[in-house]
């Protein structure tokens, strides 16, 4: 993969629309219960007086500078300061422990942290060593010097300075669904490659508007809506608070609108709600009424202007595709991890096929091992993980990045996800089980907010699940009746040898707090296997295919 020196760098960009359209929006975003804005000129000038002010810090070059908050404008701009003063960003999820925290920050050895729009802050701040020094924005109080101070106080950099595409751009911690999380590095090639041919692939323009509210510490977010906002000069609005996110929506209007499946299963309950499923299907099968019921439907929640919806993060159902795709939205589906910048397969309009994460984007080079693993090679890829060489090689094999991911390809070049190399078990049969197809079915029931397969070593799978709020709302006897249901309907489907014997109805949910969930609401495998395998047994032995726990196992 070479030729890239045509791309231009993420400052690059900046400098071109700061000039070419400096009146244009570039940010609008709800404070305290009125929309503000900011154009690309007063974005730069912010931007020039905070590098102004980490540059008077004296840092040495490519020195680690933290985020730490939610997603608003001073995020994006903090990350452009930061550039622009010749340092390396580190982001944090907004959600995390004190101890998460601390284990990030000592390790990425970050000397300055940008700390800005959190609940539990108070938490979280014993978290941050005593040598960082922490500047925080216009939110609520910290104690620190605020951004507007940094403001006032410096004059803004002017001059336009241009890092080699080798330069280290950032260090995004994943979330670790197998412990402590990693610091992938990554240099500005990687946001250079996925922009520039991100935004053409896609079509975007000055014309797009995106909405920022999946956290811009993972990778998806820092791709699909800050590189890509920066690559086609489009408009970045964000929501407020959760209470405010559909209103926020409706205001903004967006084309391009990124989430993930337990989003969009949580709208399409909202609509239900409302417009039961039979008299929906009843509706729209009315010539005259079907545009005005789907057009009504996606105005409620701010989507009638949306060209571009994806989704991505965690497996999708079919049934989820079909009826969002039956009221004139059609969900595309990608693929990409934090190590390749997220930027490897996509459907895109018109050219979708569902149950698959798409095409490869151009220059992406994908290949199957001989387990099935999909490996990909392209500009985009990560430098490494910081400070883990042994981790580092392993991940890599003849300069193919190693996904850990098993799938399949069509003749046509369409990506199959068919599950994780690492998350296979055997049961006491020798049979092996892929459990996140088998997930994905049993997900699909309104009742279930989160599952897991499991069962090494038991003679058929068991499933362990958290109930949704309408599941624990329904008396006990409606609920295991309707999985009764659900468990003779999917084993159907399922190869004998992994049928689930008995659904588990956990009593605790699972949540980012009890460490089950990681920030982007994966769940953490080897969690769940040291909470509750002692009682796989016994679980097994009951004679109901419902168990219902009778205690909490998590700390």
């Known amino acids: 993969m070479t030729g890239h020196q045509n791309y231009k760098t993420p400052l690059e960009m900046f400098y071109q629309w ?30 020039r007086r905070v590098a102004q002010a980490i540059k008077s810090l004296n840092l040495p070059k490519g020195s680690h500078i933290g985020i730490l908050s939610k997603n608003c404008p001073y995020w994006i701009m903090a990350d452009y300061a930061i550039w622009l ?78 890092p080699n595409q080798e330069d280290i751009a950032t260090i995004i911690y994943t979330s670790g669904t197998t412990g402590v999380p990693k610091g992938v590095v990554h240099n500005f090639l990687s946001f250079s490659c996925a922009g520039t041919n991100g935004v053409k692939i896609a079509k975007l323009t000055q014309e797009d508007r995106f909405f920022s509210y999946l956290p811009l510490s993972h990778v998806a977010e820092r791709l699909l809506v800050e590189t890509a906002a920066l690559y086609c000069g489009g ?19 967006p084309t391009v609108f990124l989430s993930v499946p337990r989003l969009w299963t949580k709208f399409q309950m909202g609509v239900l709600k409302k417009l039961p499923q039979k008299k ?53 589906e990608g693929y990409g991890m934090t190590e390749n910048f997220a930027y490897s397969h996509l459907n895109l309009p018109g050219q ?109 799978p068991i499933a362990l699940i958290n109930l949704s709020e309408d599941g624990k709302k329904m008396p006990q006897k409606e609920v295991e009746k309707s999985l009764n249901g659900l468990l003779k309907e999917i084993n159907k489907t399922i190869d004998k040898h992994e049928q689930p014997e008995k659904l588990i109805v956990l009593k605790e949910d699972w949540t980012v707090e009890n460490n089950v969930l990681t920030p982007t609401m994966k769940i953490k495998r080897n969690v769940v296997e040291k909470a509750y395998q002692e009682k796989y047994e016994s679980w097994y032995e009951s004679s109901s295919k419902v168990v219902w726990s009778e205690s909490s196992y998590l700390n």
Request: hydrophobic share 35%.
């Open 18 to 47: 700061e000039k070419a359209m400096p009146h244009n929006p570039l940010f609008k975003w709800p404070q305290d219960g009125s929309w503000h804005e900011l154009n690309w000129k007063e974005a730069g000038d912010q931007v």
């Open 85 to 162: 003063a010749g340092h390396v960003s580190v982001p944090l999820y907004p959600n995390l422990q004190a101890e998460t925290i601390n284990t990030i920050l000592t390790h990425s050895q970050t000397k300055v942290l940008f700390v800005g729009k959190l609940d539990g802050w108070e938490d979280m701040k014993p978290g941050i060593p005593e040598d960082v020094t922490c500047f925080s924005f216009p939110y609520d109080d910290k104690g620190y010097v605020d951004w507007k101070d940094l403001l006032a106080k410096n004059e803004p950099l002017m001059e336009n300075p241009v």
């Open 235 to 253: 408009i970045i609005n964000f929501a407020e608070s959760l209470d405010t996110f559909v209103e926020n929506l409706q205001t903004a209007k």
């Open 280 to 332: 929906l299907e009843k509706l729209l099968r009315i010539p005259i009424i079907r545009g005005l019921i789907k057009k009504k439907i996606l105005k409620g929640l701010g989507l009638e202007k949306v060209r571009i919806a994806a989704t991505g993060a965690a497996p999708i159902s079919l049934p989820l595709l079909k009826w969002w795709e039956s009221l004139g939205l059609t969900l595309l």
């Open 352 to 460: 979708e096929k569902f149950g698959y994460v798409g095409q490869a984007m151009p220059r992406v080079d994908v290949r199957l091992s001989d387990e099935g693993e999909i490996q990909i090679k392209n500009d985009c890829l990560m430098n490494g993980y910081y400070k883990e060489p042994e981790l580092t090689a392993e991940t890599f094999t003849d300069g193919y990045l190693r996904t850990g991911d098993q799938g399949s390809i069509d003749e046509n070049g369409y990506l199959k996800i068919t599950g994780r190399v690492k998350d296979l078990f055997k049961t006491g049969k020798g049979k092996y089980v892929v459990p996140s197809p088998i997930e994905l079915k049993i997900s699909k029931s309104q009742l279930i907010e989160q599952v897991c397969v499991t069962g090494n070593g038991l003679p058929q």
